[in-house]
């Protein structure tokens, strides 16, 4: 069930986009398709943010772009209802 809304779903919604070099945030307690959107969403606003990958069952938000911060990401996820568990520079072919 989801945790943010109760709705009950298990549907994987992830948003896909690849642009530039990327850092991969491990978040917790996204269980659907909800979850994924409410998490896109509020990463997204992010001034910086070219784009937001999420992987609902590994729980691993892939966020593209430059000139934000951890802190920021950390927050955006803290208003969509879950935890920022760690970050790690990945690189994009």
Same mark, same amino acid.
């Given at each position: 069930? $989801?945790? #943010?809304? &109760?709705?009950?779903? &298990?549907?994987?919604?992830? #948003?896909?986009?690849?642009?530039?070099? #990327?850092? %991969? +945030?491990?978040? /917790?307690?996204?269980? $659907?398709?909800? $979850?994924?959107?409410?998490? =896109? #969403?509020? @990463?997204?606003? @992010?001034?910086?943010? =070219?784009? %937001?990958?999420?992987?609902?069952?590994?729980?691993?938000?892939? %966020?593209?772009?430059?000139?934000?911060? !951890?802190?920021?990401?950390? &927050?955006?996820? !803290?208003? &969509?209802? +879950?935890?920022?568990?760690?970050?790690?520079?990945?690189? /994009?072919?």
């Amino acid at each position: 069930m $989801c945790t #943010a809304c &109760a709705c009950g779903t &298990a549907d994987t919604v992830p #948003a896909q986009v690849e642009i530039g070099g #990327a850092i %991969v +945030y491990t978040v /917790t307690g996204m269980t $659907c398709g909800h $979850c994924v959107s409410s998490v =896109s #969403a509020e @990463i997204g606003k @992010i001034g910086g943010v =070219s784009g %937001v990958q999420v992987d609902l069952a590994s729980g691993a938000v892939t %966020v593209n772009g430059a000139g934000f911060s !951890d802190e920021q990401i950390r &927050a955006a996820v !803290d208003r &969509a209802g +879950y935890t920022l568990a760690d970050a790690s520079p990945v690189s /994009t072919s």
